[in-house]
């Protein structure tokens, strides 16, 4: 199929707009999440995605990982329009894009264990035999730093920051190609948050990995990523290399969010 | 599982277990634990008062047998093991009446034995039926929505519209009356059971909501899966633990229920014991006061009704949420 | 206001269904009030055939209910082959007394149950507590049936109370005064089976209520402002402790006629109870129905009433 633009990750005009309810069945259009959402992702490169609350980060989020179609746009990952495809094949196609959730302990069911978490999206995808799969989960615990024999333990017993390397190695296991995160360091303390930060960091230079962090904090973000995007009000106001943004900020929004993440140094740097 | 880890840390919770185990064991082994069938009479000694047992008979000799005195006063019979295919006895004429007998002279322990067969099991499986309809119309309603679960609730509410007693009676009265007594245990049973399908439904239902919305379901979407691998892996096994405790508040109210409907003659019917239909043999006052011990069907109730409430306080201590 | 007009609307919706099931359901059901007739060697299946024809019940099911609806209209509520009587005056002649013993053991069980209830609670994890909740588990764990047996059995025992019915004789000639006495009397026991039974309940209830607000960020605010004790606890912590006691009264009203269906039974009370009772074993469908209909108004009202209380007393309802 003729691709129709180079870069890795591809969105045209992207809108979502929530439909109303009437009780009699009926329905008119309601609130405007996303409007006009355009941008390109090149491969292996970080995107960090900003905004208050409530100007579309989540909305641009789930409409990427295929969790809420949008009712206008396109969006391409590697030449293909995923929301184009019909049932089975659009669940297959998930295994390319995967998102990290911002609550670690909800995302991971209690009652499962630790090996039966990260092997779950291989069983789904019915990759491999058996053995194969609790074969390629133990690795995959190993590669975000837990031991091998934290395989059988129960999620409950983990701590969050390991909650959050497990949803990682879930996430990873089936190589997708685009990785999001939502909101995936708020909640964790200080000091898991930089751990998990440099795991994700290794991770994504290992496996060349696109990722685009979602977040309200600009530093949080600032850190992994190679472009910023801010959003407000369901449109990109603002999007450039990371190291400009500080410099060279336009948006009054922008600006707003420089100021609120502290981080601003004298010289005027991102630090 | 969790459940399991709840009930080994509650003493009391695991005495209750152990207790209901033991017992509906000796029910179900009534016809070898009873010293007499249930319908054996003894006409020439109706309302006979517990049988006195003794371990020193008259002259003042120690028996490690126990013994029990005839009708004529004198003459002892000593307490068998393994006579007449049951687990003890005495010969004839001598009589071994643990909780005496009633106004047809038959023996009350045993009935009490046989009829435990009846209330309990009929307990046991109406709550099953209940549970198993609830269950799958619950999960019905979660998971599908739309008009199957708007019936479903609607339907429900004909059937929690009215007292429980009055629905019970309405539904088995207009039921053929006379029937025997293996069809009228089957037949409370199904009634007992088939009506009591709203609240287990309700709660699996709520489950079932609740669980669709769940992080880790739609973590699950997000690797590509379907919406049964969903339900059986992750949604199901949450209402494991709803309706193991609606089984503890279920079969205690369905035993009663048993009892209440043989009581009232719409049950189990003579000759076959249940606690009920022999509570109602003590309906006359002035029986109970000259012979108490034909009130030990009642009485025999509470202990299980109390292991029962254990073991609910164990599995959900707030009341309150037991009524949906 | 809206929502209570549409739960009004929901609530006849189902009254009207259950009618209808009812009648399908007795329709499906083998046999009718005839039955026992035609089982009896000296009525001939024509005779039988004859009495069904007369009483109408072999006409087609919508028939008969239209003329079930005309006849409610009227105010006959159907007619009773047992009784060769409209229902009305059967029921208006039993209601009376199974009102005034529900309420009365109901307001007797919250009495008691509140006072107690916040008692508890106040006591929590003391021996006091301890032993109250050991006596409200027996208490739950006694069948009312039993119950009802024993205390009938103790009091033809030692004549302190009359063992069963309504009116002693010569209940008319009694003045007002000695009148009200009798009734008493003959209420107490069937009333405290019915107390006894509720109270275990309740009070577990406004315990936990009462523990809920006792905990709650609110209380300990208020406790840490100095509020003196017996204020924080009728001004403050009832008031949100009563919250879920009202739906509980709703949906325990269920559960009350149940038991007071079997203590009127059991204790010679002649209240619906034993109406109903033999209304069922001879299949008279038309008094069935009616103690049907009228218990299910019944608990429909109260539920309506409770959750308009509900709306009035809790204002965190009104806010949504």
């Known amino acids: 199929m003729p691709v129709a633009c180079d870069p890795f990750l591809c969105v045209q005009g992207l809108g979502k707009t929530y439909a109303e309810r009437r009780w009699w069945g009926g329905s008119r259009s309601g609130k405007t999440a996303l409007e006009d959402v355009s941008f390109h992702l090149e491969k292996g490169r970080t995107l960090g995605l900003v905004g208050a609350s409530g100007s579309g980060k989540s909305t641009l989020a789930r409409a990427l990982a295929l969790f809420e179609p949008p009712t206008s746009g396109a969006i ?23 998102l990290i959730f911002q609550e670690p302990a909800a995302s991971l069911n209690p009652g499962f264990t630790a090996a ?60 997708p190609k685009l990785l999001l995160l939502d909101e995936a360091f708020s909640g964790l303390d200080l000091s898991i948050q930089a751990q998990i930060e440099s795991l994700l960091a290794g991770l994504r230079s290992r496996l060349g990995l696109t990722c685009i962090l979602i977040s309200h904090d600009l530093r949080a973000v600032a850190r992994l990523a190679d472009e910023i995007a801010v959003m407000d009000s369901g449109r990109i106001v603002e999007h450039g290399a990371t190291a400009d943004l500080a410099a060279r900020a336009q948006h009054p929004r922008t600006r707003e969010l420089l100021e609120a993440s502290l981080a601003l140094s004298l010289d005027g740097t991102l630090s | 599982m969790r459940i399991a880890a709840t009930l080994e840390n509650r003493p009391a919770a695991m005495l209750a277990l152990v207790f209901l185990a033991m017992l509906h064991g000796a029910v179900v082994l009534a016809g070898f634990l009873a010293p007499y069938p249930f319908a054996e009479q003894h006409r020439e000694s109706p309302f006979a008062p517990p049988t006195r047992i003794h371990f020193f008979d008259a002259a003042g000799h120690f028996h490690p047998r126990p013994l029990v005195y005839g009708p004529e006063g004198s003459q002892t019979y000593p307490i068998e093991l393994f006579v007449h295919g049951r687990l003890f006895g005495v010969q004839e004429p001598g009589v071994l009446f643990l909780l005496g007998s009633d106004g047809f002279g038959r023996d009350v322990f045993s009935r009490l034995l046989y009829g435990g067969q009846v209330s309990l099991l009929t307990g046991l499986a109406a709550a099953f039926l209940s549970l198993g309809l609830g269950w799958v119309l619950g999960t019905a309603a979660g998971f599908y929505g739309g008009w199957l679960d708007r019936l479903l609730m609607r339907s429900g509410e ?148 109390l292991a029962y409430l254990v073991l609910a306080d164990a599995l959900l201590p707030d009341q309150r949420y037991r009524y949906p | 206001m809206k929502y209570l007009i549409r739960r009004l609307a929901d609530s006849l919706l189902l009254l009207a269904a259950l009618s209808v099931v009812s009648f399908v359901f007795a329709q499906l059901a083998p046999g009718d009030y005839f039955s026992e007739l035609g089982t009896d060697p000296r009525f001939s299946t024509e005779t039988v055939a004859a009495l069904r024809a007369q009483a109408g019940l072999d006409r087609p099911l919508p028939v008969r209910y239209a003329k079930w609806v005309r006849s409610c209209i009227r105010g006959d509520l159907g007619y009773s082959l047992a009784y060769n009587s409209p229902v009305a005056p059967l029921l208006w002649q039993r209601i009376p007394a199974t009102l005034l013993l529900t309420a009365t053991a109901t307001f007797l069980a919250w009495l008691l149950a509140v006072p107690i209830g916040i008692w508890n609670a106040t006591v929590r994890g003391t021996w006091g507590d301890r032993v109250s909740q050991l006596i409200w588990a ?180 009104r806010t949504e």
């Open chain 1, 76 to 98: 391409r990952i590697g030449g293909r329009n995923l929301w184009s495809l019909g049932g089975a094949e659009r669940r297959r196609a998930r295994a390319e894009v995967q």
């Open chain 2, 158 to 305: 004909l059937f929690l519209v009215l007292p429980w007693l009055y629905l019970l009676l309405a539904v088995r009265g207009f039921l053929p009356l006379h029937i025997t007594a293996l069809q009228a245990f089957l037949l409370l049973i199904v009634v007992i059971g088939a009506i009591g399908w709203v609240r287990p439904a309700r709660l699996v239902r709520g489950v079932v909501l609740s669980g669709k919305e769940r992080p880790f379901v739609l973590a699950a979407q997000g690797f590509g899966a379907t919406d049964a691998y969903l339900m059986r892996r992750h949604i199901l096994p949450l209402t494991a633990g709803v309706i193991l405790t609606q089984a503890t508040v279920l079969i205690p109210q369905y035993i009663l229920a048993e009892v209440t409907l043989s009581f009232l003659g719409l049950g189990v019917g003579e000759p076959v014991p249940s606690w009920g239909n022999m509570l109602s043999e003590a309906r006359q006052y002035y029986t109970l006061v000259s012979h108490p011990w034909m009130l030990t069907p009642g009485l025999a109730a509470i202990p299980v009704l």
């Open chain 3, 138 to 317: 027996v208490l739950l764990t006694i069948p009312e049936l039993v119950l009802a047996i024993v205390l009938l059995v103790l009091a033809a025992e030692s004549g302190w109370f009359p063992a069963g019915g309504m009116r002693s004789a010569g209940f008319s000639a009694m003045d007002r005064w000695a009148q009200a006495r009798d009734l008493a009397w003959h209420l107490a026991l069937p009333a405290a089976v019915l107390v006894l039974g509720m109270l275990p309940v309740l009070v577990r209830h406004v315990r936990a209520s009462m523990l809920d607000a006792i905990d709650s960020p609110f209380a300990l605010s208020a406790r840490a402002h100095g509020i003196p004790r017996g204020r924080l606890l009728f001004r403050h912590l009832l008031p949100a402790a009563m919250n879920p006691l009202v739906s509980l009264l709703g949906f325990s009203l269920g559960t009350l006629l149940s038991a007071s269906l079997l203590v009127e039974v059991v204790m010679g009370w002649p209240g619906l109870g034993p109406l109903f009772l033999e209304a069922v074993a001879a299949r008279d469908f038309a008094l069935v129905l009616a103690v049907v209909m009228f218990s299910a108004t019944f608990l429909v009202a109260a539920n309506l009433a409770a959750d308009l209380l509900l709306y009035r007393l809790d204002p965190r309802i």
């Open chain 1, 116 to 175: 039966q978490i990260v092997e779950e999206p291989l069983v789904i995808q019915r990759w491999g035999t058996r053995q194969a799969r609790r074969e390629k989960a133990c690795g995959w615990l190993q590669m975000v730093g837990l031991p091998r024999q934290s395989a059988g333990k129960p999620a409950l017993h983990f701590s969050g920051g390991e909650r959050q390397r497990l949803a990682i190695a879930r996430a990873l296991i089936l190589e």
